[in-house]
């Protein structure tokens, strides 16, 4: 006989403070990506070291020869026309740069615009990573939920969690996170966005003169310039599979509870 399965019910997962941070978070992260893109269509190539000019041998380089565009790491060069470097607007006019004006703020090129939008929203993430870290560790969200214990990291735990993926089961019963997401919000939040401001700071002459030990601590401007793109990139990768597993679970339930804290548990299947 088969009995009606129990309804759903609800269970508190996102605190005020992370719920604030995160959608800070969206509107901070969007903003600097774009205005970053303008900061590096002013020169879009990327050096080890702590110098680095058109003269000098990069080891990335987004550009165009005039009729087309190129992306160059190292010695390997691909042909980016219509996408990076060369591309065409809806009126059919010709753009030349590494990234196109859609992807940029601002849209058309101004690099002091550019850095005002960048340098605002950079203290709105420093300070907002700030808080959160400090008001995690006062509620004990680090500790209750994101803490990595010896059963998480057990190759067994971790296989079955990958398998769980693969196959879109999302949730065990309950709200808490699984290794995998742990494993990417310790990565993000304690290793990423840090060295996305330490890096930022880097970049800056007057810090570079109160704190030389920057220069030393990722080996010159341009090495932190290089790991600022680098990052910013992981972040956008980040960003993408995030974005396409809250679909995959349910985008309502998903964007609910971090709106409201409340997320909703799938019914139990009873027999």
């Given at each position: 006989?088969?009995?009606?399965?129990?309804?759903?019910?609800?269970?508190?997962?996102?605190?005020?403070?992370?719920?604030?941070?995160?959608?800070?978070?969206?509107?901070?992260?969007?903003?600097?990506?774009?205005?970053?893109?303008?900061?590096?269509?002013?020169?879009?190539?990327?050096?080890?070291?702590?110098?680095?000019?058109?003269?000098?041998?990069?080891?990335?380089?987004?550009?165009?020869?005039?009729?087309?565009?190129?992306?160059?790491?190292?010695?390997?060069?691909?042909?980016?026309?219509?996408?990076?470097?060369?591309?065409?607007?809806?009126?059919?006019?010709?753009?030349?740069?590494?990234?196109?004006?859609?992807?940029?703020?601002?849209?058309?090129?101004n690099?002091?615009?550019?850095?005002?939008?960048?340098?605002?929203?950079?203290?709105?993430?420093?300070f907002g990573?700030?808080?959160?870290?400090?008001?995690?560790?006062?509620?004990?969200?680090?500790?209750?939920?994101?803490?990595?214990?010896?059963?998480?990291?057990?190759?067994?735990?971790?296989?079955?969690?990958?398998?769980?993926?693969?196959?879109?089961?999302?949730?065990?019963?309950?709200?808490?996170?699984?290794?995998?997401?742990?494993?990417?919000?310790?990565?993000?939040?304690?290793?990423?966005?840090?060295?996305?401001?330490?890096?930022?700071?880097?970049?800056?002459?007057?810090?570079?003169?109160?704190?030389?030990?920057?220069?030393?601590?990722?080996?010159g401007?341009?090495?932190?310039?290089?790991i600022?793109?680098?990052?910013?990139?992981?972040?956008?990768?980040?960003?993408?599979?995030?974005?396409?597993?809250?679909?995959?679970?349910?985008?309502?339930?998903?964007?609910?509870?971090?709106i409201?804290?409340?997320?909703?548990?799938?019914?139990?299947?009873?027999?």
């Amino acid at each position: 006989m088969v009995i009606d399965a129990p309804p759903a019910r609800s269970v508190f997962r996102h605190r005020l403070s992370t719920r604030l941070w995160h959608w800070v978070n969206v509107v901070a992260l969007v903003t600097l990506l774009m205005s970053g893109l303008m900061i590096f269509n002013a020169h879009p190539r990327l050096y080890w070291g702590q110098y680095g000019a058109n003269a000098d041998s990069a080891w990335l380089e987004i550009g165009s020869t005039g009729t087309e565009g190129y992306l160059k790491i190292g010695d390997r060069r691909w042909d980016t026309s219509g996408v990076l470097g060369y591309w065409k607007d809806g009126q059919g006019n010709v753009g030349r740069g590494a990234f196109p004006g859609w992807a940029t703020i601002p849209s058309t090129y101004n690099l002091a615009m550019a850095r005002r939008w960048h340098l605002t929203f950079a203290w709105v993430f420093a300070f907002g990573l700030l808080f959160f870290m400090i008001r995690s560790l006062w509620n004990g969200h680090i500790r209750k939920d994101l803490a990595i214990g010896r059963t998480d990291i057990r190759p067994a735990a971790i296989g079955r969690d990958i398998m769980d993926h693969l196959k879109l089961r999302f949730h065990h019963g309950d709200a808490r996170f699984n290794i995998l997401q742990k494993f990417s919000y310790v990565g993000v939040i304690f290793i990423l966005l840090p060295l996305m401001i330490l890096t930022g700071l880097t970049m800056s002459p007057g810090l570079n003169a109160a704190w030389p030990w920057l220069l030393d601590l990722f080996g010159g401007r341009q090495s932190a310039r290089s790991i600022h793109f680098i990052v910013a990139g992981l972040l956008v990768g980040f960003i993408i599979v995030h974005l396409a597993l809250v679909l995959l679970s349910g985008p309502v339930n998903g964007i609910r509870s971090m709106i409201t804290g409340w997320f909703r548990l799938p019914a139990e299947k009873a027999q």
